[in-house]
């Protein structure tokens, strides 16, 4: 049996060229793995999160309904 390791390939918004406060997604695990992963862009070696599919789902409906304020 051969296992296959994909890298996760990140991202983070075209919102985010300010230079400031981002996040970084790796969306291409979503599918294969169910989770997404979130890492600070300003610190690429740091910790990562693992989220659901559902739960990264729900935190983007929410913040483009203003459910956490602005900022």
Do not use: Q
Request: glycine share 10%; net charge negative; aromatic share 8%.
């Amino acid at each position: 049996m051969t296992t296959t390791t994909e890298s996760p390939h990140w991202f983070k918004s075209s919102y985010s060229n300010n230079g400031g406060n981002c996040v970084e997604v790796a969306a291409n695990l979503a599918a294969a793995h169910g989770i997404v992963p979130v890492r600070d862009s300003k610190n690429p070696n740091g910790p990562v999160l693992n989220t659901t599919t559902d739960a990264f789902a729900s935190f983007v409906t929410g913040i483009k309904s203003g459910e956490f304020g602005t900022a």
